[in-house]
């Protein structure tokens, strides 16, 4: 578990060091409301790429950032 400051200074989901790959994708996650509280990511293209289960995600306030909803249906 972490704070919500903690979640509001992680710039990147990504499961390798500069990489696009988002630790999300091709998995099963459903929801992720919690994203909301990442205030701090700079981009996430593809971040959901293959996630044919996703039902719902909240999306933090954030200008100019992009997400990429990819394969998912």
């Known amino acids: ?25 091709g998995t099963d996650i459903e929801y992720f409301e919690e994203l909301q509280y990442f205030t701090g990511l700079i981009s996430k293209s593809g971040m959901w790429t293959n996630c044919k289960k996703l039902r719902k995600v909240k999306l933090p306030l954030i200008q100019n950032m992009e997400i990429g909803f990819k394969n998912c249906y």
């Open 1 to 25: 578990m972490i704070t919500y400051e903690e979640a509001a200074n992680v710039n990147s989901l990504s499961n390798m060091s500069g990489s696009n790959s988002s630790i999300f994708n």
